[in-house]
């Protein structure tokens, strides 16, 4: 059974830093690109940051840019989302998700998702 289970969220202030994590099991970690996408109240899941499988290729959605950085360790079947600078706009449900050999900014091509970590910027 394939899990992704995610961490790291929480209450920060605005311009502060937190690192999601996500945590992958019964899947070939290896073998998936990853994504992380979030959710605000009212709005639909969007894209924020992907990462190949061997880790060799990022991309982010604009808005995110140089404050936002994904990386992957995968001797240890977990992504990672460092985020910093944030700003109350980032506030939403972060999720990561796991597309075999792939990735992109669409949600449709991702076969796995997590529940998602809640992160919550104040002004």
């Known amino acids: 059974q394939v899990r992704l289970v995610e961490s790291g969220g929480g209450l920060v202030q605005a311009g502060g830093s937190l690192r999601l994590s996500c945590a992958a099991s019964?899947?070939?970690?290896?073998?998936?690109?990853m994504g992380w996408f979030r959710q605000a109240p009212g709005k639909e899941r969007e894209f924020v940051a992907f990462i190949s499988w061997r880790g060799s290729s990022t991309y982010y959605t604009d808005s995110v840019k140089g404050r936002f950085t994904i990386s992957r360790d995968n001797a240890k079947n977990t992504v990672y989302l460092q985020m910093n600078s944030l700003k109350p706009e980032d506030t939403a449900v972060y999720y990561c998700?796991?597309?075999?050999?792939?990735?992109?900014?669409?949600?449709?091509?991702?076969?796995?998702w997590g529940k998602g970590t809640q992160v919550t910027v104040s002004s």
């Open positions: 998700a796991a597309d075999y050999y792939g990735g992109s900014a669409n949600l449709g091509e991702y076969e796995y």
């Open positions: 019964g899947l070939t970690f290896s073998s998936y690109g």
